[in-house]
Each structure stands twice: as C-alpha cells, then as structure tokens.
C-alpha cells in the first residue's frame, strides 16, 4: 500500500526526475570531471542515508534528496578551492537550471492567465501544495484567509533545518530564493490583479517565512484616491 502511495505522490516523481537529470545537467557546466561527478553522487547518495531523521511522509522524500543533492554540488565547489560566494553562485546556477525556473514562472501565468478568479486560483494552489508537496516537515499558519488577503507563514522549515545540522547554513540562500526566481515570477500584478510579497524568511532572516498575498480590487484603490482628495 506504501508503494502504491508512493508512486501516486507528484514528489515521488519530482525526485525520480531530478536524479535522471541532474547529472547531465552538472556535465554540461564543465566545471566538474568525471571523476568529480563520480564524487558528488556517491556524496549525494550518502546524505541521503544520514539524513533520513527528516524523513517523515512520502513528501519529504524529494525534499531530503534535494538539500543532499545542492549540499553535494556545493561541497564539490569548495573542494576545488571556490570561495563560498562563487560555490553558491554555481550551485545556485545547476539546481535552478536543471529545474527550468523560467518554464514555471510561464506555466503559473498562463494558468493565472486562462483563470476566472487569478487570485483564487493561487491561494487554492498554495493551499494545496501545503499538504501535498511540502507534508508534515513543514508547519503552517494562516494568519488571513478571506476574499481579499490571503496571509501564511511557515513556522518550520525542513530546509532550514538540514543544513543548520549539516552545518551549512548558508545554502538557504539558494532555497529561499528559488520561490522569488520561479513560480511568484508568474504573478503578474497588473494583469492578475495580485500583489505578491515574502519579506522575510526563517533561513535568510530568523523569522517566519511570510507569504502575503492581496486581492487588488478598483474599488479599493477608488475609494484610497477620494480620502485623499
């Protein structure tokens, strides 16, 4: 029953796609021998294994295989005598390469696009990716939820938590940014009629993650221009 699950959970597919592509991915950078790509997967491999404490659901399956796989890249980068800020720029480069971070900027706004309610449509996909992508190492908290404002905060984070017990904690650059260069690109404010914003972050900045999405509506904006007059 397990397996069927398993196989029927879109992150179970999500990893089976990044590990068939990945390595092509870090072959054509050049910047690793085969040798050094020999490494990186039996690292990846390992991480895995000693980081199965964050497995908890079938979720967080992809997700440990993702930080192992940007920790890997990146413990490549400093073995070959990279500063850190030029190692997270090059692994920052293959991970969102390898997962087409333009392609999804583009499906979210053709979907936002073909919508008769953008901004319901978003917030019932954030909704939803809650449970279904991120799963039990991850906690949420809807600070607003109406027609208007649609307010969530994540107050764990799995992400965050690997690499501070890996003891690289720098590598939430890479993770927080991934929202802000990806799917949020989709959003298109005067189009959609949304406004977007995630201030702060546990990796980046120590606080909650806070995702804030507002309904832009004329009526409102009408109603702001006659106060001031």
């Known amino acids: 029953m397990f397996k069927f699950k398993r196989i029927l959970s879109k992150n179970f ?3 089976l796609l990044q590990n068939i592509t990945i390595w092509k991915t870090i072959k054509k950078t050049s910047k690793f021998s085969s040798f050094e790509i020999k490494k990186i997967r039996e690292e990846y491999n390992r991480l895995k294994k000693t980081n199965r404490i964050f497995i908890r659901d079938i979720q967080s399956e992809y997700h440990v295989s993702w930080c192992s796989i ?3 890249i990146y413990k490549a980068c400093l073995g070959k005598g990279m500063k850190n800020a030029d190692a997270i720029r090059l692994t920052e480069e293959i991970i969102f390469s390898n997962m087409n971070a333009e392609g999804i900027s583009k ?3 053709t979907a936002l696009d073909k919508s008769k309610d953008p901004f319901n449509f978003i917030v019932t996909a954030s909704k939803q990716q809650e449970t279904n992508f991120f799963g039990n190492t991850f906690r949420f908290s809807r600070i607003k939820d109406g ?9 764990e ?7 501070k017990e890996n003891a690289y904690p720098e590598l939430m650059t890479i993770v927080c940014k991934w929202d802000m260069i990806s799917w949020s690109r989709g959003i298109k404010q ?9 201030p702060v972050t546990l ?8 995702f804030k999405f507002e309904r832009i509506l004329l009526e409102k904006i009408e109603t702001s221009k006659n106060k001031t007059l």
């Open 147 to 155: 027609f208007d404002s649609y307010h969530v905060h994540v107050n």
């Open 203 to 210: 990796g980046l900045n120590g606080e909650d993650c806070k």
């Open 190 to 198: 005067e189009k959609h009629k949304i406004f977007f914003e995630r």
């Open 107 to 109: 499906f979210i706004e």
């Open 13 to 15: 597919w999500y990893e």
């Open 70 to 72: 940007i920790l890997s």
């Open 157 to 163: 984070c799995m992400y965050n938590e690997f690499f």
